[in-house]
């Protein structure tokens, strides 16, 4: 992000950047994987939360909590109960389809794979896709020790076939979407014999072909996926298009902001992407538990440093935000909607749905302006209901300054979203004026 090169030129390698993470991170594991990999590139040194810590200023470090939630930091020159952390949050995980512990389906001489709704899924984008399986997965290998390993088959497997409109008339008056019964994606065509076996048997080969010396498979935490890759689109590539913007652009944005201020600061930074986020953040490695806290007080040491370094930190929730669709200009509040390519978005509601405050409102505008980006803002219509980020669990669990900000988008929870090409590089510019910048105070 830094160099000679021209400001479209700079955009033009973000994006390719966005769009090769978002292709080798088609689930919560394989996020954290890509971006452990990224920050080991750029001599961030991994810590175990079992071993006692030697931290050294300057230096980068980066822990996972179930191989799903991620934390990295830089130590700053100054103490941190001096400086505090400049902090930037968002998650890993986007809604989707889960595969069941018992899958197998044979039904009409089909084979499917029975599957649960993680998170608010808009369900009829997923029908008529190629669609592959990612996650992680648990196994013995043949000294009968409990190994774990990333699956990502990659080639389409799967697909599910929307109904025709000759057997439902009415398709495009009610598209009511029975999860149970009509999200099993078909893997194929089988009769007769007992289908219980063939995804461990479909993992297991997977493993084998990896160099896995595999006995038997333990248990997997899959998700299917669409197959098509990211695109840049529009007449001047003026948009992204891809699945899982949000909210792995946010994770994408924030460790490239964190990566690019690679000299020693004063202050302390630190990147958390959390999974569980659209199932409400309640889990060890979710927002709500314990792990950011954890982290925080152990770089503290003790109490009293702890709460002087929280009263001078900040954190900046990072969540994609519902761009203005010009066919459904109506959903905004005419003053509050944000448009594709003009900056960040600063979230706010009145019932504290977000945990933007005119303080970090205020804030977060002087990044921007030090970064010379534009920002725009969003509040929700005043006769609908406003959905929820990290930030007000983080402002309540650490009693942090929190703002809600997000690139805008199209789409939420499709299977395949779009999102402005210039947006976020703009959120990056405005990450690194935070790191670097920042002094503590209003």
């Known amino acids: 992000m830094t160099g000679n090169k021209s400001v479209t030129q700079q955009q033009a390698v973000f994006n390719q950047g966005l769009i090769s993470f978002l292709q080798s991170s088609p689930s919560p594991a394989h996020a954290a994987a890509t971006m452990a990999h990224q920050l080991e590139a750029a001599g961030y040194q991994a810590l175990n939360e079992g071993d006692e810590w030697q931290l050294q200023p300057g230096q980068g470090y980066w822990l996972t909590r179930g191989d799903r939630s991620l934390i990295a930091f830089r130590l700053g020159e100054h103490a941190v ?4 952390v400049r902090m930037i949050g968002a998650h890993t995980d986007s809604p989707c389809l889960k595969v069941k512990p018992k899958a197998e389906l044979l039904r009409h001489g089909c084979l499917q794979l ?16 190629d ?3 990612a996650g992680q997965v648990h196994f013995r290998d043949e000294a009968g020790q409990l190994k774990v390993a990333l699956l990502n088959i990659e080639t389409p497997i799967a697909i599910i076939p929307s109904l025709a409109i000759h057997l439902n008339r009415d398709a495009n008056k009610n598209s009511e979407v029975n999860a149970q019964l009509h999200l099993p994606p078909i893997l194929g065509l089988k009769t007769g014999d007992n289908p219980t076996l063939v995804l461990r048997n479909l993992i297991a080969g997977w493993l084998r072909r990896e160099g896995h010396a595999v006995k038997e498979v333990v248990d997997y ?14 007449l001047e590539q003026e948009f992204i298009s891809a699945a899982r913007l949000d909210n792995l652009l946010s994770c994408y944005t924030g460790l490239q902001a964190m990566l690019a201020v690679d000299t020693p600061q004063p202050a302390t930074s630190l990147l958390v992407c959390n999974d569980h986020e659209e199932v409400g953040s309640a889990s060890a490695i979710g927002a709500e538990g314990p792990f950011l806290e954890s982290v925080l007080r152990r770089l503290a040491g003790e109490e009293q440093k702890y ?14 935000a519902h761009a203005l669709h010009p066919n459904y200009a109506d959903k905004h509040d005419e003053n509050h909607g944000p448009k594709l390519n003009l900056g960040p978005v600063i979230k706010m509601n009145a019932n504290q749905r977000y945990a933007t405050s005119s303080e970090t409102s205020a804030l977060f505008i002087s990044f921007c302006e030090m970064a010379k980006v534009p920002y725009q803002r969003f509040v929700v219509r005043s ?4 959905g929820s ?21 199209w789409s939420m929870h499709s ?4 999102a402005g090409s210039k947006d976020a590089w703009y959120l990056g510019q405005a990450l690194q004026a935070f790191i670097s910048n920042w002094d503590g105070q209003i």
């Open 131 to 133: 669609l592959s399986l």
């Open 221 to 234: 935490d899959l998700c299917f996926y669409d197959t098509q890759p990211p695109a840049l689109i529009g």
């Open 389 to 409: 980020t990290i930030g007000p669990i983080a402002a309540t669990k650490l009693g942090v300054r929190v703002v809600d900000v997000g690139a805008p988008q």
């Open 383 to 386: 006769d609908m209901g406003c």
């Open 307 to 320: 709460q002087r370094m929280m009263a001078r930190s900040m954190l900046i929730s990072c969540d994609n």
């Open 81 to 84: 109960a001096e400086s505090g």
């Open 114 to 129: 029975g599957v649960e709704v993680y998170g608010g899924v808009l369900l009829h984008t997923w029908f008529d896709r």
């Open 415 to 418: 299977i395949r979203e779009t």
